[in-house]
């Protein structure tokens, strides 16, 4: 899974967001290195819905312009917790073979 994937994914699971919504929620989440631009965004949207990750939850209309919120499906949910042990694996395998730090952290 690509990481602006995941983390368009894992900005829904504490409930349904419209596009803004996700990107700064997956900005935050990321820690800022998730940047995601609107083009990008509703592609993956729209990729994500074909493939029942996520569902259209509703639409509003505020000042003229439509927003759709979308919401993660079971589906959605199993492929964020695959990827977090595809992900935790990783590191396991990693922390075996050699001695990682975060640069700045006294050993």
Known sequence: MREP????????LDGSLHGYGIIKRAEELSGGRIRLAAGTLYGALDRLVETGDIAVDREEHVSGRRRRYYRITERGEGAVAAEVR??????AAAGTRAFITAPGVAT
């Open 5 to 12: 994937t995941y983390f368009i994914l894992t900005a829904l």
């Open 86 to 91: 595809r992900m935790q694996s990783a590191i």
